[in-house]
């Protein structure tokens, strides 16, 4: 049975750090590209893919993380890791990790991909407030 389960959200001050783990069981994490999709709060907020590893192990960030987040895999122990860094108010959303077939890559700040996800996890918040 597929499943990613994300731990390691919460509350954190402006300028503070986090790091998310997304733990998965079913299949290998270094077989798909893993990504992170965060979503604000408020009505008609688009979900905004911030963060990919792919296949080959490249990384991509979407302009809004990038130089802050880093993602990794820790494969022994089958997760994906998202280090936060410089957290903002605007990063306050909940954050789910998902798997792909696909293959992403930057364009204009965003991220895209060949296909979109077919897994997910059922997320986790992260809030950023004095």
């Known amino acids: 049975q597929v499943q990613l389960v994300e731990s390691g959200g919460g509350l954190v001050q402006p300028g503070g750090s986090l790091r998310l783990s997304c733990a998965v069981s079913g299949f290998g994490v270094s077989s798909y590209a893993m990504t992170w999709v965060r979503q604000r709060p408020g009505k008609g907020e688009i979900p905004e893919r911030i963060s990919v590893i792919n296949r080959d192990g490249s990384t991509i960030y979407a302009e809004s993380t990038k130089g802050r987040f880093a993602v990794s895999r820790a494969g022994a122990k089958n997760t994906m890791l998202l280090e936060m860094n410089n957290l903002q108010f605007e990063d306050t959303a909940k954050y789910y990790c998902?798997?792909?077939?696909?293959?992403?890559?930057?364009?204009?700040?965003?991220?895209?991909?060949?296909?979109?996800?077919?897994?997910w996890g059922q997320g986790i918040q992260v809030t950023v407030s004095t």
């Open positions: 998902a798997r792909s077939q696909g293959t992403y890559w930057v364009s204009d700040g965003a991220v895209i991909g060949t296909e979109g996800e077919d897994a």
